[in-house]
């Protein structure tokens, strides 16, 4: 069974990311397509700043997108560059995920055992 979130992005509990004991690991951001790093996370210290590119020149021209690959490529993560694990929902309307175990570890062990429904906010 599928589950939306249905409630605006702002309403969502945040998952924080697990930190990378990798010496220089967060130094980087990496490729979708094959995990090399990309560029240096320095430009990422602003708040929110426009992501228009998340593969490198080798992906972008295989895959024929900026941010994605082709639908049934595996991916990697943008934060460590490690594979991520990718989920198919079921349902009338599958959704798919694919999620960094390593820095939402979280979130892969509740798609591993079924659960896609969101977090629900700690109480007050």
Do not use: Q
């Amino acid at each position: 069974m599928s589950f939306s979130t249905g409630r605006p992005a702002s309403r969502r509990v945040p998952e924080n990311f697990a930190d990378d004991p990798r010496p220089g690991a967060s130094g980087y951001v990496y490729c979708k397509g094959c995990g090399t790093p990309l560029e240096s996370r320095a430009r990422f210290t602003r708040s929110r700043p426009t992501v228009t590119v998340m593969m490198c020149d080798s992906c972008r021209e295989r895959h024929g997108h900026d941010l994605i690959p082709v639908a049934g490529s595996a991916t990697f993560c943008y934060r460590c560059g490690g594979p991520d694990e990718i989920f198919v929902t079921t349902g009338i309307w599958p959704e798919t995920h694919h999620v960094c175990p390593r820095c939402l570890p979280d979130r892969a062990a509740r798609y591993r055992s079924g659960n896609f429904a969101p977090p629900e906010p700690d109480a007050p």
